[in-house]
């Protein structure tokens, strides 16, 4: 599979109608597109202008395609209006040649990476509910892309798959920077996810690759309606918390 993530920031008094646009118009939309398997959008907790769009095709090609033939595009002109503007300002002349001063976009940053699943005990629901997604963000030491590869594979999945509340997991490559990666693990509920971490097994699984590693940050984000509060854990570098407040399996 292949994960997009779209990220963008909102004008504060546009975070409703950005919400409601992408329920309404985005998911029905991407739902009719080939290879578009997930769709959902998650707000900051923290932050709550800040959004990241999140969905999962069946190939690189199919995610392709969608920017390719401008499916893309047209869906995001639906919520172009909501984006928050740019610091910088861009010159024109008007018509009748007087200097005419206009608020730039910031454009949405785009990420992009090949998923490589876990074998899973259930796939996403239409109704994503209370389920619960931690996603662990690594930049690994040039060159030991495969040796991760080989340590998550035969230690911390087995791991992963017999720990409580542990529905399925994806190591995820950047397609874009070779020395990034993304392990994210869904979970039946936050609660599961906490005991993950506070029982000491994510810091044992940590230490597995920290020798790989040059840098390390983590951030969280609840399936669910309600917009829960950051959530921090002892091993944690750096944290954001996203609370999907739309989403849906195309599956």
Not at 70 to 84: E, P, Q
Not at 99 to 121: D, F, R
Not at 208 to 224: D, F, R
């Amino acid at each position: 599979m292949f994960m997009r993530l779209v990220q963008l920031k909102v004008r504060p008094d546009s975070t409703s109608q950005m919400k409601s646009s992408y329920e309404k118009e985005i998911v029905p939309e991407l739902e009719k597109v080939d290879g578009c398997r997930f769709a959902s959008l998650a707000q900051s907790a923290a932050q709550p202008d800040e959004f990241i769009s999140l969905t999962l095709w069946e190939s690189p090609d199919a995610a392709d395609r969608y920017v390719r033939d401008g499916t893309y595009a047209r869906l995001l002109d639906k919520v172009t209006a909501y984006f928050a503007t740019a610091a910088e300002w861009k010159v024109q002349l008007t018509a009748d040649q007087m200097i005419e001063y206009l608020p730039g976009v910031e454009e949405p940053e785009v990420k992009a990476y090949n998923v490589s699943p876990i074998p899973q005990t259930s796939t996403p629901s239409e109704d994503p509910g209370t389920l619960f997604v931690r996603v662990l963000s690594l930049r690994l030491r040039p060159g030991k892309i495969d040796e991760l590869k080989q340590i998550y594979q035969s230690r911390i999945l087995p791991v992963l798959h017999i720990t409580k509340g542990c529905r399925y997991a994806y190591l995820t490559e950047s397609a874009s920077d070779k020395d990034e990666v993304i392990s994210m693990t869904v979970w039946n509920s936050k609660e599961d996810a906490d005991e993950y971490d506070q029982n000491g097994t994510f810091s044992m699984l940590l230490r597995e690759t920290s020798h790989l590693l040059s840098g390390l940050y983590q951030w969280k984000m609840a399936l669910g309606r309600e917009q829960g509060g950051k959530t921090v854990s002892s091993e944690d570098l750096s944290v954001k918390g996203f609370s999907v407040v739309t989403g849906r399996s195309f599956i």
